[in-house]
């Protein structure tokens, strides 16, 4: 406005580009987390795929267990800060050493079957808590089952327990130790575990679709990640010299296998997958597997309890329990009164009911 006249141009800038910087801000800030595990019998090179990954070591001072050690199934957690240009990932590697090597294998999946449920209980009493804006998720966000190359496909153990384990994680095949194989029994082997999984109903993590408005070039990368399914990787963290540059892999007589190179492996693809689609591996497990827990939980009565006395220091703490109390007890007379309702309808038909 100027001496009384009244502008009819519109301003060209108020902000509102400048909140997704503000959201990354806010991301970054706070840093990231994830949670993976790795299941597949003992020697299938887990650990060595996970360190090459991330370029971590996971376990610098493990011990290789006896033969009698290993039949003895348990579940390990480690984690690692990784730092990468300022963004922070909170790594927890979750493994499973003693999968698969007993005899009997018919209960090798309960032990991670209560890990995951134990940790989706957790998440589930902290977000109803107190404290809620300091909840660690530490649900299992993906998995990484891995197949052996030695067979002519799954066996009964791995579909026995992705059947058991696809409702409750985002589970990705892998053919471990790839560089076994041919190109051609490696081809083979792929189509095998396509067919398998798909003939006995097995639900693995599927990539999202692609909208409409994204750029072909993504869209092409999308639908290269998806013809790989399932992986067929190995990992190494050594260096050779190979065509005047370092590259990690493995030496054998015939020459260097590269593990980034996309003709020895698939190990680039599946980094790329991991990265690339991390944060919907997370809105999956939330909105999906741990929706369905806490519909389990909810329908059969099952509410978070409320925390225990001696963490109610301040009043406001325990105004919350008073009202998690009051809240109980509503639904209590809410249920009755239904029953009442119910009641007085079935007494009434039955009453006008003809002798």
């Known amino acids: 406005m100027s001496d009384g006249v009244v502008s009819e141009e519109k301003p060209s800038f108020v902000g509102i580009a400048n909140l997704p910087n503000q959201v990354l801000r806010k991301s970054v800030?706070?840093?990231f987390e994830f949670t993976l595990m790795v299941v597949g019998?003992?020697?299938?090179?887990?650990?060595?795929l996970i360190n090459s990954l991330f370029l971590t070591d996971q376990s610098p001072e493990r011990k290789i267990p006896h033969d009698v050690n290993k039949l003895n199934q348990t579940v390990e957690a480690s984690c690692v800060e990784i730092d990468e240009s300022g963004v922070k990932l909170r790594l927890t590697v979750v493994d499973t050493p003693g999968f698969g090597n007993a005899i009997d294998n018919?209960?090798?999946?309960?032990?991670?079957?209560?890990?995951?449920?134990?940790?989706?209980?957790?998440?589930?009493?902290?977000?109803?808590?107190?404290?809620?804006?300091?909840?660690?998720?530490?649900?299992?966000?993906c998995c990484f089952y891995f197949i052996s190359p030695y067979g002519h496909g799954l066996k009964p153990l791995d579909i026995e327990f992705m059947?058991?384990?696809?409702?409750?994680?985002?589970?990705?095949?892998?053919?471990?130790?790839?560089?076994?194989l041919t190109k051609n029994e490696k081809l083979r082997l792929k189509e095998r575990v396509k067919a398998e999984i798909e003939s006995n109903g097995i639900k693995i993590y599927n990539l999202p679709e692609c909208d409409s408005d994204e750029d072909e070039e993504?869209?092409?990368?999308?639908?290269?990640?998806?013809?790989a399914v399932p992986f067929a990787v190995c990992g190494s963290n050594t260096l050779f010299e190979a065509k005047g540059?370092?590259?990690?892999?493995?030496?054998?007589?015939?020459?260097?296998?590269?593990?980034?190179?996309?003709?020895?492996?698939?190990?680039?693809?599946?980094?790329?997958?991991?990265?690339?689609?991390?944060?919907?591996?997370?809105?999956?497990?939330?909105?999906?597997?741990?929706?369905?827990?806490?519909?389990?939980?909810?329908?059969?009565?099952?509410?978070?309890?409320?925390?225990?006395?001696?963490?109610?220091?301040?009043?406001?703490?325990?105004?919350?329990?008073?009202?998690?109390?009051?809240?109980?007890?509503l639904e209590k007379e809410a249920e009755i009164?239904?029953?009442?309702?119910?009641?007085?309808?079935?007494?009434?038909?039955?009453q006008n009911q003809p002798l």
Request: aromatic letters at 8%; charged letters at 35%.
């Open 29 to 31: 800030k706070k840093g």
């Open 41 to 48: 019998e003992s020697g299938l090179g887990k650990s060595t």
């Open 106 to 141: 018919s209960d090798s999946f309960k032990v991670i079957l209560q890990y995951i449920d134990d940790k989706f209980k957790r998440f589930f009493r902290d977000e109803s808590g107190v404290n809620r804006k300091n909840i660690i998720d530490n649900r299992v966000h």
């Open 163 to 180: 059947k058991m384990l696809h409702n409750k994680v985002n589970i990705v095949p892998i053919i471990a130790k790839a560089d076994c």
């Open 218 to 227: 993504y869209k092409e990368e999308s639908r290269r990640l998806k013809e």
């Open 245 to 329: 540059r370092k590259v990690r892999g493995r030496s054998y007589s015939w020459g260097i296998l590269d593990i980034e190179n996309p003709e020895h492996c698939d190990f680039i693809m599946l980094r790329s997958m991991l990265m690339t689609y991390m944060p919907d591996l997370q809105d999956a497990t939330h909105y999906i597997h741990y929706e369905n827990y806490r519909s389990e939980q909810l329908a059969k009565g099952l509410l978070p309890l409320p925390p225990p006395k001696k963490v109610l220091a301040s009043l406001d703490d325990k105004i919350l329990v008073q009202n998690y109390k009051d809240k109980i007890l």
């Open 337 to 350: 009164k239904r029953m009442q309702e119910m009641l007085a309808k079935m007494q009434a038909k039955i």
